[in-house]
């Protein structure tokens, strides 16, 4: 039965009309948030709250926005001449939103919406195919937010060129997309599933951020332009002729009340989006008379006998007669009363005041509408004498006593308190209004609200517009000195525990400091909760950072230590999530030295080839220096040992294996070889690992690092010089590092010459030998074999000679090395590194004694004593004065070998030189 159609008599609605009205409640649903202590379960460092919470009214007074200080406000609105313009963008609620029914005993549920009322969303389908995979994750809001990241960095980069505060619009409509999408999948799961308390804290978090967007869009919009704009400020010098003209002067000179004004319009939105449109929704309320039951009930008794009814009633009903007559109404009208009286001041809490008189109006209550209008300041445009036809007059002309009855209103103790709100609200009497403020957002709403009212009314007061009836209202009112400052400082004073303990909240304390404009105060915070365990939520972390660059962006002063940190903590966190795309942008925006530190200690855990091209990619993309990050990457994997650069033992051993650890080392050389400009920091870094591992004789480790480097190094390297440099010498760095990558590779091959004469000589062919009694048959084969014998000798014979040949001269390369010896610098005005000199200088003791006892053992195991004796001459050269990196042990052992290899050359009949001896 529609209820807005077909008007029942009291009678029948007597019995009928509140079940009815449930029942049609119970299919349509308002939006409203949840109450008291309903809020989703959280694992995070912000404390749990509702999914949506309860905002329950607005200020009376429209918005009042000022773009400029030197352009006339638009204060139609607040004078309530014009229909008011939405003061925010505010995005549609899906039908599905959360929502309550109309039944005040079920008000303060968390009711979600029925999935038959999204059955017309024309993307429904597509919408619950998605929801129902992202149900399948194990953290289903994790799953579906974990986008924001790179939507919010592309967001950045594409308005990098635009207006700020475009970006801050966007940051907002992306959270609000998301929390759409999050609302969906908390009402596709049960809500005992753990998994949907996660999603419904993850989308508080979420809905907090959009919100603080939005404040700090509107809030930096004005101070900004106030800036631009403060040179050019002048005394505002026009007749006070009106109130109206004195609250538009007031609005444009005073900032810190126009910013009040701005978080008022702030919070109402936010009130605004949590109950949607509701008004079509109670159509049960649309009657042509108000407190029909007891009219009903008046007529009965005057057309009856009185006898049978016992209870008293009010006998009139003009909307004073409950008070004056001290008689109730019919249960009835008391319950519609009640319900109404808490919807129109969540109306007014979000800033609906014509909706509140349209709904006064369906209900026949439009005495009650009219008490909603006389807080319009009035403005005679005619005063003045302004044009031929007169225009209409604005506003109360007596608002001054409507304000102290609406004052007064508030004080009565036998009105409903939702009733005593409303009038609380009208006249500024924080008293009566903080009594139904419920959460943080209302009791700041509350505050904020009265210190526009209580400064404008000052204002008009010194400007002797104010009426003497103002006197009756209190004088803490009248004389209040109301700040910013001083509303957070009575909001921790509160008595309520739910407002308390959001002020903790992290979001609430951002909030906080943006209103305030203090952001000293703002980086302390961030700096204490970085410092903090368990480590923040993923999503107020990246919050944290892109408010940071916002303010960057603005020129702001900021503690450059706490920005660092918190990009630093943010980037932390791309790196465990993997976002591999976008680190090399967070990190550009660190200073130059921390940056490529941050950088390098990420690419040390890449190790795939291909994804290393492109993180180096990235950087390049990022404006990072790619040359010093991929430097500092290799000097840390380099020098993570602890191992001492010291002596080795003389033994020729063979090698030492190659650890994981070497590996690690080997493969950090990729990172200098993807671009061609770093050939010459490949060269230095590649030799300095190699150095290390010639020390430890991991010969086979330093040849896969010689082997990591391009062959044709040495030849970019030159072609570079000639590009760049002309006809300049090269710089000494590079030439020495060249000699020094020439000097381990004569090495190298000295070392692999010997290896394989090593093999060969002890892997000779095997004589055969005649089996003793021999038959006819052995002996042929016997005689077969040892022909081969012959054979396979005179080649192994010849091999040996020409590795010997080999060997010698790749040992001698490296003992008798071109200008100046083995790692020797050709150039001696290079930078000074004292760790490289001194490792070269320790490299030429532990590697050339080394080499030639390899080359004594050649020479002495193929018989050429001679020229092993030969050998004592080059070590004693004061050409080469290879004598002086020879320890007094080993030059024992060396002349030990010199006389083992005299001794053999006498027993042949030469003298000790390995002469023929003269006769």
């Known amino acids: 039965m529609d209820w807005s159609q077909n008007w029942l008599s009291p009678v029948v609605r007597d019995s009928e009309v509140t079940r009815a009205a449930r029942r049609k409640s119970s299919h349509k649903k308002v939006a409203f948030p949840l109450a008291q202590d309903e809020s989703p379960s959280a694992s995070t460092a912000t404390p749990a709250r509702a999914l949506l919470r309860h905002t329950p009214g607005s200020l009376i007074k429209q918005s009042f ?85 790179p939507e919010f960095l592309h967001s950045y980069l594409r308005h990098s060129s635009s207006a700020v505060f475009d970006l801050l619009e966007d940051y907002e409509t992306i959270c609000q997309d998301k929390v759409n999408t999050l609302q969906k999948l908390v009402l596709r799961s049960s809500s005992s599933q753990q998994k949907s308390s996660k999603t419904a804290s993850i989308t508080w978090l979420l809905q907090q951020e959009m919100v603080t967007w939005r404040l700090i869009t509107s809030l930096y919009r004005d101070r900004i332009q106030t800036a631009m704009e403060d040179g050019l400020m002048m005394d505002i010098t026009a007749p006070s002729e009106s109130e109206k003209a004195i609250m538009e002067q007031f609005f444009q000179r005073d900032s810190m ?85 808490r919807f129109l001041f969540t109306l007014i809490r979000a800033g609906m005041t014509d909706d509140a008189q349209r709904l006064c109006k369906r209900c026949g209550q439009a005495w009650r509408a009219a008490t909603l209008e006389g807080w319009k300041l009035y403005h005679d445009p005619n005063i003045n004498g302004g044009g ?32 005593r709100a409303i009038y609380a609200v ?70 309520s525990k739910r407002v308390l303990e959001a002020t903790k909240e992290h979001y609430h304390i951002i909030q906080k400091f943006v209103i305030l404009g203090d952001l000293d105060g703002l980086l302390e915070e961030f700096s204490d909760w970085l410092g903090r365990s368990p480590p923040l939520p993923a999503h107020l972390l990246r919050f944290m950072t892109h408010l940071v660059l916002f303010y960057r962006s603005l020129g702001m002063q900021l503690k450059e230590e706490v920005c660092v940190d918190v990009l630093k903590a943010y980037i932390s966190l791309l790196v465990k999530e993997k976002q591999v795309e976008l680190i090399a942008f967070y990190v550009s925006n660190l200073p130059a030295d921390i940056a490529v530190t941050q950088y390098a200690r990420f690419l040390e855990e890449v190790i ?74 490949a060269l230095k870094q590649s030799n300095a690992i190699m150095r290390k591992f010639l020390a430890s004789k991991k010969h086979e480790a330093a040849k896969l690092v010689f082997a990591k480097v391009p062959e ?65 048959t052995e002996k042929v084969a016997f005689e077969m074999k040892e022909k081969e014998y012959k054979l396979e000798y005179e080649n192994w014979k010849g091999r040996l000679d020409a590795l010997t040949e080999e060997v010698k001269e790749r040992i001698y390369n490296v003992l008798l090395f071109v200008d100046g010896g083995w790692m020797v610098d050709v150039r001696d005005d290079a930078e000074e590194d004292s760790e490289r000199s001194i490792q070269m200088a320790l490299l030429r003791r532990l590697c050339l004694p080394m080499m030639t006892f390899l080359l004594l053992t050649v020479l002495q195991r193929t018989e050429r004593h001679q020229e092993s004796l030969h050998l004592a001459d080059i070590i004693a050269s004061d050409q080469h004065r290879l004598y002086e990196v020879f320890s007094k042990d080993e030059l024992q052992k060396f002349l030990q070998k010199m006389r083992e290899s005299s001794l053999l050359l006498l027993d042949k009949g030469l003298d000790p030189l390995g002469y023929e001896l003269q006769s």
């Not at 109402?268 to 049960?284: Q, T």
Request: with cysteine; proline share 6%.
């Open 712 to 776: 044709d190094s040495i030849r970019e390297i030159y072609r570079q010089w000639e590009e760049q440099r002309m006809n300049t010498a090269a710089p000494p760095e590079e030439e020495n590092a060249i000699r020094e990558h020439l000097c381990i590779r004569a090495y190298l091959e000295a070392h692999e010459a010997f290896n394989e004469w090593f093999r060969h000589m002890n892997s000779p062919p095997i004589q055969p030998t005649m089996p003793a009694q021999a038959k006819f």
């Open 608 to 681: 795939e080839t291909e994804q290393r091209k492109r993180c180096l990619e990235f950087a390049s993309q990022a404006g990072l220096d790619v040359a010093a990050v991929t430097k500092t990457v290799v000097e840390a994997i380099r020098d993570r040992d602890s191992e001492e650069f010291s002596h080795h033992d003389l033994t020729p051993a063979l090698d030492t294996g190659t650890s994981a650890e070497d590996q690690q080392k080997i493969d950090v050389i990729d990172w200098l070889v993807f671009d061609p400009a770093q050939r010459a920091e």
């Open 426 to 495: 009208l006249s500024g009497n924080l008293r009566q209004l903080l009594p139904v403020c419920e959460t943080w957002e209302d009791t700041v709403w509350a505050y904020f609200r009265v210190l526009v009212d209580s400064l404008l009314e000052q204002e008009l007061r010194s400007s002797g517009m104010s009426h003497e009836d103002l006197e009756e209202l209190p004088r803490e009112y009248l004389e209040a000195s109301w700040t910013m400052e001083k509303v957070f400082e009575e909001l921790q004073a509160t008595e």
């Open 65 to 149: 926005t000022p773009r400029s200080a030197l352009k006339n406000p638009d204060v139609s609105a607040i004078l309530g001449t014009g229909s008011r313009p939405s003061r925010f963008v505010n995005t549609p609620r899906p039908k599905g939103s959360f929502s309550m029914n109309l039944d005040d005993s079920d008000w303060t549920n968390s009711l979600y919406p029925s999935p038959h009322s999204m059955l017309g969303d024309a993307s429904f389908t597509d919408e619950m195919n998605m929801s129902a995979v992202m149900l399948k994750e194990e953290d289903p809001g994790e799953a579906a937010s974990v986008s924001l990241f």
């Open 257 to 341: 009340v126009r910013q009040s004004q701005l978080v008022v319009d702030w919070l109402e939105s936010i009130a605004k989006d949590d109950i949607g449109d509701f008004s079509d929704n109670i159509e049960y309320y649309a009657k042509s008379v108000y407190w029909e039951n007891t009219l009903h009930t008046l007529k009965l008794r005057r057309d009856q006998s009185s006898a049978g009814f016992s209870r008293p009633l009010v006998t009139e009903l003009d909307p004073d007669a409950p008070i004056r007559q001290k008689r109730p109404l019919a249960d009835l009208d008391r319950e519609d009363d009640a319900r109404l009286l």
């Open 388 to 419: 031929a036809e007169l225009q209409p007059v604005e506003g109360n002309p007596q608002r001054c006593v409507w304000k102290v009855c609406c004052w007064r209103m508030a004080e009565e103790e036998q009105f409903n308190r939702y009733e």
